[in-house]
């Protein structure tokens, strides 16, 4: 028999699993109502920018963010913690765009229902012949009425031209055709993209938009599979054993893609080190009694490409400029000076390729490319080492720093780029990749270690810099600069 205490005891418990049952069924129900976003998606949804990427690894929390981004401005309503600057009083017209209508039924459609309320529902979505959603009505809460479609990369171009929107939301990489004919939509009503992916495809993303960050108008968040480990308040979210678990299947490459959301066509990238978020710095005056090389690779039918790097009383080197033209040498000399005289740079050593500034000028002329530049006024240029392995390790060693650990003063690179004095510069060189053979030979032969052409000039650049031992060496006002120091 029990006494009256167990039973209101047990009475309690009963209680308590009730109560528990009926919130876990709110959170199915009205997710977004308890969403807490990870750190990343915390700033993805702080952005203020008008193309917003969200480039991650699988289970990185891309997707729940987009979503949730979305069911907020189509509520208008939003929690405490999102910026109040961003918040939309008005109905919105939304578009969210799939890779295929089996991908908004199989994962979309069921997320969104998690994070929606139900009672929002104007009425029942549309649907195609086999059932995918592509057009919702939900209620905002000034009174208008928000819609959400949806399309699929599957669809015609033109399906995509002609209609207007508030917001465009591209789950997975798009095809240039399509961003380029929904982004015409976004215009009437100044509206935002984002774009949420796992680098595998559409190459012209990292190029044209990824490199192009500006934190303005285009605003990147690469994201690890380990960025959703926690939520902003401390709860936990995905079980690091877990994690290592998947990690253990994936091969090398696989694991660039699907743990740190890194770009699949550079699984053969030279420098693996780079971390955009951490080698490129804002720009920030030259200090004056910083030394300051001037490097420079000369070219015959593409543009000259040279660049200016100071370094610091820490030897820490910073690429802080880069001048890319066609020209003569004397002509070409004359735009690097106007511009080092308008930046007010004093460059103490010159650097120049070895293999090209010691070609003839012309067949059968004793006068070197070195030469002619020297004459038209870079008198303290001389000819780089080519040492290719010592100065790509070299290299490799400046950009190095343990990713798995918070940047600080025992760890951080030594290399950094200035993020609009040298943008060509930085994306360049992340773009940088090793030749492959085809698939088969590679099985055969292995990898190979020659590079590409394509975006090998900052390489050279930087591999003319290290052979030649940079060092700090405070800069006196008396000094003659046009007089080399080696």
């Given amino acids: 028999m029990t006494s ?8 309690y418990l009963s209680e308590l699993e009730e109560i528990d049952g009926l919130l876990k069924k709110r959170k199915v129900e009205n997710g977004i109502f308890y969403y807490i976003p990870n750190p ?11 193309r917003i990427l969200y480039v991650g690894s699988n289970r990185s929390g891309k997707t729940s963010a987009g979503m949730c981004e979305c069911v907020m401005h189509a509520l208008g309503w939003y929690p405490e913690w999102y910026p109040k600057e961003k918040r939309r009083d008005t109905a919105q017209k939304i578009l969210w765009i799939s890779p295929l209508f089996a991908h908004l039924i199989k994962f979309v459609e069921p997320k969104l229902m998690s994070f929606l309320p139900k009672e929002a529902i104007v009425r029942k979505p549309k ?53 380029t004919a929904v982004t015409r939509g976004l ?48 709860n936990p979210i995905l079980n690091k054993e877990y994690i290592k678990e998947f990690e253990r299947t994936l091969s090398e490459d696989d694991k660039e893609i699907r743990l740190h959301g890194r770009w699949y066509h550079l699984s053969g990238m030279v420098f693996k080190e780079l971390d955009r978020s951490v080698h490129v710095i804002d720009d920030f005056p030259v200090p004056k009694d910083a030394p300051i090389w001037y490097v420079l690779d000369p070219h015959d039918r593409n543009p000259h490409w040279s660049n200016w790097i100071f370094m610091d009383k820490t030897m820490d080197c910073f690429v802080c400029g880069e001048f890319i033209r066609t020209g003569e040498p004397t002509e070409f000399t004359k735009e690097v000076f106007a511009h080092e ?35 038209s006024g870079m008198r303290n240029l001389v000819l780089g080492v080519d040492e290719q392995e010592g100065g790509r390790l070299k290299i490799r060693t400046a950009l190095r720093f343990d990713k798995t650990k918070p ?20 994306r360049s060189l992340s773009n940088l990749q090793y030749e492959d053979w085809t698939k088969k030979a590679t099985e055969v032969k292995g990898l190979r270690e020659n590079l590409q052409q394509k975006n090998k000039h900052i390489h050279d650049v930087l591999l003319y810099l290290y052979n030649s031992n940079p060092r700090y060496e405070q800069i006196r006002v008396e000094d003659d600069l046009e007089k080399p120091i080696y």
């Fill in 4 to 11: 009256p205490k167990q039973e209101q005891l047990s009475q």
């Fill in 40 to 50: 990343k998606q915390y700033k993805f949804h702080c952005s203020r920018a008008k």
């Fill in 127 to 179: 649907r195609t012949a086999e059932g995918a959603i592509t057009h919702l009505e939900i209620k905002h809460s000034s009174g208008g009425i928000s819609t959400i479609e949806w399309m699929s990369q599957e669809q015609s171009l033109s399906a995509f031209e002609g209609a207007d929107y508030d917001i465009v939301v591209a789950d997975e990489p798009l095809a240039r055709a399509i961003f």
């Fill in 187 to 234: 215009i009437d009503r100044g509206g935002i993209m984002f774009m949420l992916f796992t680098p595998i495809e559409q190459q012209w993303i990292k190029e044209e938009l990824c490199d192009n960050a500006d934190g303005k108008f285009i605003e990147l968040f690469q994201a690890d599979i380990e960025d959703n480990l926690f939520d902003i308040k401390g």
């Fill in 341 to 375: 005289k308008a930046m007010n740079w004093k460059p103490r050593r010159r650097i120049i390729d070895p293999n090209f500034g010691n070609k003839p000028k012309s067949v059968g002329s004793k006068i070197r490319v070195i030469d002619q530049f020297k004459a």
């Fill in 407 to 426: 940047i600080g003063i025992s760890n951080r690179p030594k290399l950094y780029f200035f993020k609009n004095g040298a943008r060509e510069s930085y």
